[in-house]
């Protein structure tokens, strides 16, 4: 049988919908926990997507959509997980289609399309030979600017090992630049 929400979770809910700064309190501390849980140590969207989270809520609560089935908590951290998940998969489809396109598109930088199209060539030449593993620790590094320990943390690897790596990596790169030109 399923648990429904208790009194204490309509009087939130009637709180939160009133404004009123212990409930809202208390609804944002779960949002930030869902979200901080599912993007890790990044920041970088932590806002945007608290704001997803509380539109969706507003939206579901004025429309009635809690039903009280589980609790307010259960709920809110589902919505806030529900953005998470929604976002995550917009970023791994636009790194799918910049690989089909082969990273064509507006250059990022003042430079001209041709010397962004030679940049990204040198880089994919460099990176070719190295492993999956290492490609996607260097992606997170210099494409992704995660620090040593956030992209320890995202690979399930010591914050060490990834210095390592990384290092290892930097250099293989020098040698095969070297002997490029």
Request: aromatic share 8%; hydrophobic share 40%; net charge positive.
């Amino acid at each position: 049988m399923p648990r429904s929400a208790c009194p204490d979770d309509r009087a939130l809910l009637e709180g939160y919908m009133r404004g009123d700064a212990a409930a809202l309190k208390v609804v944002d501390r779960w949002i930030d926990s869902t979200l901080r849980r599912h993007l890790g140590p990044s920041r970088e969207f932590l806002d945007d997507l608290r704001q997803d989270v509380k539109l969706r809520l507003l939206e579901n609560f004025s429309r009635a959509s809690f039903l009280g089935i589980s609790s307010l908590k259960t709920y809110v951290q589902s919505i806030a997980s529900n953005v998470c998940v929604d976002f995550l998969r917009r970023i791994v489809g636009r790194r799918r289609i910049m690989e089909q396109e082969g990273g064509k598109g507006e250059p990022r930088t003042g430079k001209s399309l041709e010397s962004d199209y030679v940049a990204h060539d040198l880089a994919r030449s460099l990176l070719a030979d190295l492993s999956a593993s290492d490609r996607l620790l260097m992606w997170l590094i210099f494409g992704e600017r995660y620090t040593y320990e956030e992209a320890a943390r995202r690979l399930g690897k010591s914050v060490g090992a990834v210095k390592v790596r990384a290092s290892r990596c930097r250099k293989h790169i020098r040698e095969r630049f070297r002997g490029a030109s």
